[in-house]
């Protein structure tokens, strides 16, 4: 069997590592992921180390750390541009309403990103004069904008219902290749296809817009409209990126009653707003590739003790695929951080400044 092996590094202490490893499924996306992650492993992409791990309340990189980032992001900005300034602070107690994100802060947050980088199609001209620290500042205050809007959810949850923190690893690279999803694998609707594992591995979403899944839910299964379905697209594309739910399991006719209840409104949604649920074409539902082998990995299958493992090395060292491997020998904590991440990102750099 095919298998992926993951090392896991302590970003407070780099000698200290574990890892775990991951079974790739008998199926054909399975081995079609595999292949193309060894292809990104061959090219050492970057991996986007920034956006990698959502979700975990107890983490190295707590709201001070990540408010000092967002400071350090506004100052060298205001240095930069004359015509251009931040004026707003972001500490802690600016993010932080009691338990919840201030959303009045996040968004005027959020708006400073969209002002400085426009849209992929449409670049804003004060990204494309900017050099080559302050592009990377401006990228700052997106990352830096949902991770610690992330954090606070998930802290949120640890103090009012610790069962359903929902820690996830999202496994993305820059200028990760997107290959043609096979129509033939394409799948039709089943509630069990929205299912989520403990420790399942799950085909990255790579393209922009929403699915039909993320379309009910925003919206409340009111009936879409004009506006709405411009926004929504199918599953076209994959990658060797992957998704990683380090929560417990929500299933169909499960547990958890409320998750039954909201998959079968689902396809009542589909069907009044004329979605056959049979044609591929949508391609619904997540598209496991494997899953971790848990016990040997961590010893344990308990969700909690696996969290309070991986809470200490949220920082990937290393993954081997087969006999290919590429290391990450890069952490936040590193004094040159910064300039590491802008010399791999110049050539991309470079691209949106002339275009």
């Not at 200290?16 to 050492?44: C, E, R």
């Not at 959502?54 to 750390?65: I, K, Q, S, T, V």
């Not at 496994?171 to 043609?180: C, G």
């Not at 839910?217 to 060797?240: M, P, Q, W």
Request: aromatic fraction near 14%; proline fraction near 4%; charge should be negative.
């Amino acid at each position: 069997m095919q298998s992926v092996k993951v090392t896991l590094r302590n970003p407070l202490n780099k000698a200290d590592m574990i890892d775990y490893t991951i079974s790739v499924n008998d199926t054909p996306m399975a081995q079609n992921w595999y292949a193309a992650l060894q292809d990104i492993l061959k090219q050492d992409l970057c991996l986007e180390k920034n956006f990698c791990f959502l979700g975990f309340p107890d983490n190295a990189r707590n709201l001070e750390y990540i408010c000092q980032e967002l400071m350090q992001a506004k100052y060298i900005i205001n240095n930069f541009f004359k015509d251009y300034h931040i004026s707003e602070n972001f500490y802690p107690e600016d993010l932080r309403d009691g338990l919840t994100p201030n959303q009045s802060v996040m968004n005027v947050l959020h708006n400073h990103f969209e002002q400085l980088q426009g849209t992929v199609n449409n670049l804003s001209e004060y990204y494309k004069r900017a050099d080559y620290a302050t592009k990377f500042a401006i990228r700052q205050l997106n990352n830096l904008c949902h991770e610690a809007e992330s954090l606070m959810l998930s802290q949120r949850k640890q103090a009012t219902a610790p069962e359903w923190v929902r820690p996830s690893q999202i496994t993305t690279f820059l200028n990760a290749p997107r290959l043609e999803f096979p129509d033939e694998y394409k799948t039709t609707f089943d509630e069990t296809r929205y299912d989520r594992h403990f420790g399942e591995v799950y085909l990255h979403w790579t393209q922009i817009g929403k699915t039909l899944y993320e379309v009910y839910r925003d919206e409340n299964g009111v009936n879409i409209d004009k506006a709405t379905c411009d926004a929504i697209t199918h599953l076209r594309f994959y990658s060797g990126e992957f998704d990683i739910e380090w929560a417990q399991d929500i299933i169909f006719n499960g547990p958890h009653p409320w998750h039954t209840k909201e998959m079968t409104g689902f396809r009542e949604w589909l069907h009044r707003n004329r979605f056959d649920t049979q044609n591929t074409e949508y391609n619904y539902g997540y598209h496991p590739v494997g899953q971790v082998n848990l016990l040997s990995s961590f010893g344990t299958t308990d969700f909690k003790q696996v969290w309070k493992i991986l809470s200490g090395y949220l920082d990937i060292y290393k993954i081997q695929a087969g006999d290919v491997c590429a290391i990450y020998d890069y952490a936040w904590t590193d004094s040159d951080y910064y300039q590491q991440q802008i010399e791999r990102m110049k050539p991309g750099y470079d691209y949106s400044s002339r275009h």
